[in-house]
């Protein structure tokens, strides 16, 4: 029997036409460092190949969280919660690099900073009735730049995505729901097998057309949001500079430390 140090950082499993794509860094509260990004870039590129593929549901490992975003200890070793060759597909691989396939993601915990930008990136949501979801990296010295910024505010109303960016502060599943952030919200026991069930809604429809669908209400053009690259420019520009920031290195320093930061705004 393999241990968890042994156990792949994703695993992967097909359901009949869905590929369930899981992160499995439990102890790590499913955190994304680097090989995960890469295992993920890889499952969601294989399932866009694989035409018997018709849907994908992305979930976590275990009961404690659907993904604390970056892996901050990783961060604090100068590595990027990016997949090596293919960072222009942004955090955990998948991003910035949408698939034509629909992606459901199967929120089994809290969905915290990049756990939040997992979800915005997905077409559809279903959310335990104990699932979070917010952007704390602001109390870290930075802010969310894998889309969350970028994407609450089209996502939901104006002032209620404001707050979530502003003041860090979690938002419970059934505020999720009730804004339109999650499809639905089921008892966690519950999460995969109605996310498997609305995967298999999707899969039951034609899949060409279900996939033009995808590409048009997103504007995809070849694995890209053409319309979303100005944003990026201003987004990957922005975090540059705040991300050399004195504040930045106390917010990893801190959190490391297991203490408050104390910010300087230099």
């Not at 029997?1 to 097909?14: G, I, K, L, N």
């Not at 369930?20 to 102890?27: E, H, I, K």
């Not at 077409?123 to 990296?137: C, K, N, S, Y």
């Amino acid at each position: 029997m393999s241990t968890p140090e042994q156990e792949p950082a994703v695993r992967t499993e097909r359901v009949g036409a869905t590929l369930v794509v899981t992160l499995n860094r439990p102890r790590a509260r499913n955190a994304v460092d680097s090989d995960v990004a890469t295992r993920v870039a890889d499952a969601l590129e294989a399932a866009d190949a694989d035409r018997d593929v018709r849907c994908v549901v992305l979930t976590g490992a275990g009961d404690k969280a659907f993904s604390a975003g970056a892996d901050l200890k990783a961060l604090g070793r100068g590595e990027h919660p990016l997949a090596p060759g293919r960072e222009h597909y942004g955090f955990a691989g998948f991003v910035r690099h949408p698939i034509s396939t629909p992606v459901i993601a199967a929120v089994n915990g809290p969905a915290l900073g990049g756990g939040t930008e997992l979800v915005l990136a997905s077409d559809l949501a279903v959310a335990a009735d104990t699932a979070t979801f917010g952007l704390p990296e602001i109390s870290r010295g930075i802010f969310a730049a894998a889309g969350g910024v970028l994407r609450l505010p089209e996502q939901l109303p104006r002032k209620v995505a404001m707050r979530l960016i502003l003041t860090g502060e979690p938002m419970s599943a059934e505020d999720a729901l009730r804004w339109g952030l999650v499809n639905d919200v089921v008892p966690a026991a519950e999460v995969l097998p109605a996310a498997l069930r609305l995967a298999e809604k999707v899969a039951g429809n034609a899949p060409l057309a279900v996939q033009a669908s995808k590409r048009l209400a997103l504007g995809m053009v070849d694995g890209d949001l053409p319309h979303e690259a100005a944003a990026w420019e201003r987004n990957d520009a922005e975090i540059a500079a705040v991300g050399k920031s004195a504040d930045a290195m106390e917010g990893i320093v801190a959190f490391l430390e297991g203490r408050a930061p104390t910010w300087t705004a230099g």
